[in-house]
T-cell receptor
Framework: GQNIDQPTEMTATEGAIVQINCTYQ??????LFWYQQHAGEAPTFLSY????GLEEKGRFSSFLSRSKGYSYLLLKELQMKDSASYLC?????????????FGSGTRLSIRP | KAGVTQTPRYLIKTRGQQVTLSCSPI?????VSWYQQTPGQGLQFLFE???????NKGNFPGRFSGRQFSNSRSEMNVSTLELGDSALYLC?????????????FGPGTRLTVL
C-alpha cells in the first residue's frame, strides 16, 4: 500500500539546524515533494526530489534515498518565521485512487 | 502573475445542504486539483481536472463532485453535507498536473457544517 510517515512535532532553537525525516512506501516511485504550511495558510512548494542525493536551495536542503524510501528536509540558520508545518508528499502508485499522498505533516516550533 | 484564488474564503452551512466552491488557477495552468484538509486526516486528494476532464478521483464518496470550465476555472460541489465535511478545502493549479509538477495552492475555503 501507500504510506508516508513523518514526526508529528519538533522543536528547535533559532539559529540552529533541524532535520525533518520522511519515510514512504509506494508502488512505483515518481519523486517526492516538500511543502511548507504556516498556520492558517496554504502550503507552499519547497522542493522536489526525483534522484538520490542532496539538493540545496539556500537555507533549505532536501535529501532522497530511493532504495531506503527515505527523505529529509534540512533547515539551517533557523529563523522564527520557519515555525510551520512541513509536509512531504509522493505521487501515488498506479494502483492508488489518489493521485498524490501527503504525510500528516511535522509541526516545527522555533524557540528564541 | 496572479496566484490561485478561491471563493468564498469562509462558509457556514447546515447538515443536508449543498455547497459550491470556486477556484481560479494561475493563468496558463490547465490542471486544477482539489484537496480536503482536516486535523485528523491531514491533506487528502479529492480530484484533478485537466482541460475540462477529470483525470483522477480520490477515495471520497460521490457527494463530492467537480467540474472545470474552458477557462480552466474549477468548481467543487458537495451535496448533502455532513458534520464530517467541515474542513479546509484547498485547490491547487499546475502546468502538467498532480504528481509531475509543482502544485501552487490557493488560500483555501474554510467550510463549517453545523
Amino acid at each position: 500500500g501507500q504510506n508516508i510517515d513523518q514526526p508529528t512535532e519538533m522543536t528547535a532553537t533559532e539559529g540552529a539546524i533541524v532535520q525533518i525525516n520522511c519515510t514512504y512506501q509506494t508502488s512505483g516511485f515518481n519523486g517526492l515533494f516538500w511543502y511548507q504550511q504556516h498556520a492558517g495558510e496554504a502550503p507552499t512548494f519547497l522542493s522536489y526530489n526525483v534522484l538520490d542525493g542532496l539538493e540545496e536551495k539556500g537555507r533549505f536542503s532536501s535529501f532522497l534515498s530511493r532504495s531506503k524510501g527515505y527523505s529529509y528536509l534540512l533547515l539551517k540558520e533557523l529563523q522564527m518565521k520557519d515555525s510551520a508545518s512541513y509536509l512531504c508528499a509522493v505521487p501515488a502508485g498506479y494502483s492508488s485512487a489518489s493521485k498524490i499522498i501527503f504525510g500528516s505533516g511535522t509541526r516545527l516550533s522555533i524557540r528564541p | 502573475k496572479a496566484g490561485v484564488t478561491q471563493t468564498p474564503r469562509y462558509l457556514i452551512k447546515t447538515r443536508g445542504q449543498q455547497v459550491t466552491l470556486s477556484c481560479s488557477p494561475i493563468s496558463g495552468h490547465r490542471s486544477v486539483s482539489w484537496y480536503q484538509q482536516t486535523p485528523g486526516q491531514g491533506l487528502q486528494f479529492l480530484f484533478e481536472y485537466f482541460s475540462e476532464t477529470q483525470r483522477n478521483k480520490g477515495n471520497f464518496p460521490g457527494r463530492f463532485s467537480g467540474r472545470q470550465f474552458s477557462n480552466s476555472r474549477s468548481e467543487m460541489n458537495v451535496s448533502t453535507l455532513e458534520l464530517g465535511d467541515s474542513a479546509l478545502y484547498l485547490c491547487a493549479s499546475s502546468l502538467a498536473g498532480v504528481g509531475t509538477d509543482t502544485q501552487y495552492f490557493g488560500p483555501g475555503t474554510r467550510l463549517t457544517v453545523l
